[in-house]
């Protein structure tokens, strides 16, 4: 049922936020050194995209480290809406931007920032032209 659904995801955001405390915590005293010859390749093992240990690496790095917010504070809120939100620290205080990240959905965050525009409009399609290696994963644009 919903009500379900909704406990998880709480869930599912406090154990993301913790996830991403402990994988900034691992970065920055090279932890993984021993066990792994990189970084990145521990993250291969654990099959966690490099972009998305570095957003999360981020939102640590911005509300923890340089704006002195508890980790639990941050534990019921979306990684995704926080990271994208984290430009918000440089005119807010960080309790109005959390308090902001606790009822903003991350399409209104978008609309305030200008992001995405409100209302009905004709769409303008950008295309994009690119091939990508079935090996390794690389695009190049062609």
Not at 118 to 137: I, P, S, T
Request: with cysteine; hydrophobic share 35%; proline share 1%.
């Amino acid at each position: 049922n919903i009500f379900e659904f909704e406990r998880l995801c709480k869930d599912v955001r406090a154990k993301e936020i913790e996830l991403a405390w402990r994988l900034y915590c691992i970065r920055e005293t090279k932890s993984w050194d021993g066990r792994y010859s990189s970084f990145s390749e521990m993250l291969d093992s654990v099959q966690i995209r490099r972009d998305v240990a570095s957003r999360m690496c981020t939102v640590i790095e911005q509300y923890v480290i340089h704006k002195g917010v508890a980790v639990s504070q941050l534990s019921s809120l979306s990684v995704n809406w926080l990271y994208e939100g984290r430009k918000l620290l440089e005119t807010e205080k960080p309790e109005k931007v959390l308090a902001m990240a606790k009822t903003n959905t991350l399409q209104e965050l978008r609309l305030s920032q200008g992001e995405i525009t409100a209302g009905v409009h004709d769409h303008e399609w950008q295309e994009y032209h690119f091939r990508k290696c079935l090996k390794c994963k690389l695009t190049e644009g062609i």
